[in-house]
């Protein structure tokens, strides 16, 4: 994944909650999903990087803050809602690295990567079961990119 930056132009300012004229993207599928929860019917509101939570981070022994890629509140199939917290991440980066005999610099840097997203996921998914919301991950997966 590259790291493309920019600014993302919603054509529903309406739907997003905060400066809508200030939506910043970090890379390309990011990007993706901030178009998909601009056009999507199903989307009744959004935010990107607004809440800041709370982790212990075990690689630096540090108290850090994590701020989730998105806040989507969305209709459902009842016609109720509910509030969904999506972190956009490669998928190689949701696994668990194996362990290797060599401890190359590659494999230090997966590693400690790992455990500081772990981290941060754990402290997502309490915030969110105690809002009555549900965090998922996104990956090239969900998407569709090969």
């Known amino acids: 994944m590259h790291t493309y930056k920019g600014k993302f132009i919603p054509k529903n300012p309406k739907k997003y909650v905060g400066d809508p004229t200030n939506i910043i993207f970090r890379s390309l599928w990011e990007r993706r999903v901030m178009v998909y929860l601009d056009e999507n019917i199903n989307v009744i509101e959004w935010r990107s990087e607004e809440i800041a939570i709370p982790y212990y981070d075990p690689t630096t022994r ?5 701020f989730p890629d998105f806040i989507v509140k969305v209709r459902t199939a009842d016609g109720k809602s509910k509030v969904l917290m999506l972190e956009v991440k490669p998928k190689k980066q949701t696994i668990e690295p194996k362990v290797q005999k060599k401890k190359t610099r590659v494999y230090i840097t997966e590693v400690t990567t790992w455990a500081t997203n772990v981290s941060k996921w754990e402290a997502a998914k309490e915030f969110c079961l105690d809002r009555g919301w ?3 991950l ?3 997966d969900e998407l569709g990119i090969k």
């Open 138 to 140: 996104i990956t090239e």
């Open 134 to 136: 549900e965090f998922k």
């Open 62 to 66: 540090r108290n850090r803050r994590y």
